[in-house]
């Protein structure tokens, strides 16, 4: 069988939860694909933090790199000031390693029940290419006269021609090979016009290479009433970092509830390992309850699979958690780890 060196963070709150099974589902696949997943666990996240005040020591960052892929439940804790471990780790890890596609499908499962009314499961159905290491995230800013009536907080957008570029060449590779072939640009090129207009250009430029995907526009305030009132529209999206991540919990709350969304940050190019981890965050108000839903972890995992070259596991996983899911409305409440046993008895099965 072939071996896959795998790290992984479980982090903070649920997120130790969520892997625990995440994992368990890798455990039942992984002999049917052929793969034998040598782990490697690391324990960032608020506890070292408190330990040592370290959040990615510089060695731990390199050990990430020799690994082949990275497996992450949440990082932050409100014992911890915002921003230390969201940026200190998590945006660290995107950064250094390269991330710039940070991929999010929103798609609906059949029987999972979405708060919009008259869409079956073929009306949610999208991929969205959020870009991973520029935008507003990159730390570029400062303040002046800090807790002054006469403070100044910047926080710039960096947006490069070769980083704007990239993710947008990915999602029209991603939008030929899906049976739509359609790309909506999504940002708020009114106001963000130097931003705006660089995206506008290379979708136009990319786009030239790509003359059997057709565009679109849409404003990202629009793009928030659309996805809710009429998400047929969209098939591949592709946006800046901040619009990205705000969308796609509103495609979350609409594909049946953050619990259920999975996502990527990927290096296309395979410099360093990618890593995989459900859209949702840490979680304080149920951690450690047992009632978190591991299932976007899971269907992280399926992604995290497609990423190594195993699509049959990958495959097998999404049918059984699509099973699962089918079979929810019937069975009532169940904990973190019944769902994780009861899909991971599907994938073995
Ligand atoms: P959150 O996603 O942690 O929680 C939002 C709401 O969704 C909460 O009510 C929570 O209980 C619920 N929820 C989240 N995941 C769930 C699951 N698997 N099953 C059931 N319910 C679930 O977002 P937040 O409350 O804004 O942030 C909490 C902490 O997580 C913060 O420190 C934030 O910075 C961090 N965060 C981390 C990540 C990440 O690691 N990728 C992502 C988002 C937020
Ligand atoms: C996400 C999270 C992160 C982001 C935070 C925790 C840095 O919200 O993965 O969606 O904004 O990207
Ligand atoms: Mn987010």
Redesign the pocket.
């Known amino acids: 069988s072939r071996s896959i060196r795998l790290a992984v963070i479980p982090?903070d709150?649920?997120?130790p939860e969520?892997v625990a099974e995440g994992l368990k589902v890798l455990e039942a696949v992984a002999p049917s694909g052929g793969l034998n997943f040598e782990q490697t666990s690391y324990d960032l996240g608020a506890a070292r933090w408190h330990r040592t005040g370290e959040t990615l020591p510089d060695s731990v960052l390199d050990e990430l790199r020799e690994q082949e892929v990275i497996l992450?439940g949440?990082?932050?804790?409100?014992s911890v000031p915002?921003g230390v471990?969201?940026r200190g780790l998590?945006l660290r890890t995107r950064f250094e390693l390269d991330h710039y596609v940070n991929l999010r499908p929103v798609k609906l499962f059949p029987g999972v029940t979405t708060p919009l009314a008259g869409v079956a499961p073929d009306d949610i159905d999208m991929v969205v290419v959020r870009e991973g290491t520029e935008g507003p995230y990159t730390g570029v800013g400062g303040v002046l006269r800090k807790g002054t009536r006469h403070e100044v907080a910047t926080q710039e957008s960096v947006n490069t021609a070769f980083g704007v570029e990239r993710v947008i060449r990915y999602a029209f590779e991603v939008a030929a090979s899906r049976p739509r072939r359609h790309l909506t640009l999504v940002h708020k090129d009114n106001v963000l016009t130097f931003a705006g207009d660089l995206y506008q250009r290379t979708l136009k430029r990319v786009g030239a290479e790509y003359p059997q995907v057709t565009t679109a526009y849409t404003h990202v305030d629009a793009a928030t009433m659309f996805f809710v009132n009429d998400p047929r529209r969209f098939d591949v999206v592709v946006t800046d970092n901040l619009f990205g991540d705000i969308i796609t919990d509103i495609g979350a709350a609409i594909a049946g509830?953050?619990?259920l969304a999975a996502s990527g940050n990927v290096n296309p190019d395979r410099t360093a390992p990618s890593m995989f981890?459900?859209?949702?965050?840490?979680?304080?108000?149920?951690a450690g309850q047992g009632?978190?839903?591991?299932t976007?972890t899971i269907l992280s995992v399926a992604m995290l699979l497609d990423h190594v070259g195993a699509g049959d596991a990958a495959r097998r996983v999404e049918r059984a958690v699509s099973d699962d899911l089918g079979e929810r409305g019937a069975l009532g409440a169940r904990s973190t780890a019944q769902i994780g046993d009861a899909i991971a008895k599907r994938v073995s099965g």
């Open positions: 982090g709150g649920i997120g969520v992450l949440a990082v932050g804790d409100p915002s471990l969201e998590l509830g953050i619990g981890e459900p859209v949702h965050g840490s979680a304080p108000d149920i009632k978190a839903d591991p976007a």
